[in-house]
T-cell receptor
Framework: SAVISQKPSRDICQRGTSLTIQCQVDSQVTMMFWYRQQPGQSLTLIATANQGSEATYESGFVIDKFPISRPNLTFSTLTVSNMSPEDSSIYLC????????FGPGTRLTVL | QKEVEQDPGPLSVPEGAIVSLNCTYSNSAFQYFMWYRQYSRKGPELLMYTYSSGNKEDGRFTAQVDKSSKYISLFIRDSQPSDSATYLCAMSDRYGNKLVFGAGTILRVKS
């Protein structure tokens, strides 16, 4: 399985600001995924990011709020824009095809 | 109705007990079934992966899939305190990309 790292591991941000989360994989992968895990809840897919194309967003998630970059086959970023306390969650990236492997997550608190 | 239903627990068992964790689902298109273990403040770790119906065993863990009943199970034999974690079921369709997660079951194994 791939080794996945995320930065930052945690952050506390003020309302109205933006945070960019980085995801780095130790091998080249076609598809990367971004999930949100709200407090006490399960994982919800935000978007799928393929290298060289626009990310595909799930219902309820929009590019203006969660812009994603995928500049190469080992790296992706997710930005959480114009944050509100409701954005306080763990954000996780994953890679894989029929199974997925997850990074350690970024714990975001918005005040 | 959620696509995947999972009792959130918590489930508390004594050390050495056999643990049974279950999920039901409504989407007959699901063909890939996974169990993840998530320790507090960590990303989900893939435990078991099964394609279509049947059983799969790996050490103390056995995964079962019954597609006719839309029901999957994870059994843990000789449970240990180190098994204390949240267990998430996840599944996807034949394309294997979008994972749909259950709510997760909190397991506590008491020594």
């Amino acid at each position: 399985s791939a080794v996945i790292s995320q930065k930052p591991s945690r952050d506390i941000c003020q309302r109205g600001t933006s945070l960019t989360i980085q995801c780095q994989v130790d091998s080249q992968v076609t598809m990367m995924f971004w999930y949100r895990q709200q407090p006490g809840q399960s994982l919800t897919l935000i978007a799928t990011a393929n290298q060289g194309s626009e990310a595909t967003y799930e219902s309820g998630f929009v590019i203006d709020k969660f812009p994603i970059s995928r500049p190469n086959l080992t790296f992706s970023t997710l930005t959480v824009s114009n944050m509100s306390p409701e954005d306080s969650s763990i954000y996780l990236c994953s890679v894989g095809a029929d199974t997925q492997y997850f990074g350690p997550g970024t714990r975001l608190t918005v005040l | 109705q959620k696509e995947v239903e999972q009792d959130p627990g918590p489930l508390s068992v004594p050390e050495g007990a056999i643990v049974s964790l279950n999920c039901t689902y409504s989407n007959s298109a699901f063909q890939y079934f996974m169990w993840y273990r998530q320790y507090s403040r960590k990303g989900p770790e893939l435990l078991m992966y099964t394609y279509s119906s049947g059983n799969k065993e790996d050490g103390r863990f056995t995964a079962q899939v019954d597609k006719s009943s839309k029901y999957i199970s994870l059994f843990i034999r000789d449970s240990q305190p180190s098994d204390s974690a949240t267990y998430l079921c996840a599944m996807s369709d034949r394309y294997g990309n979008k994972l749909v997660f259950g709510a997760g079951t909190i397991l506590r194994v008491k020594s």
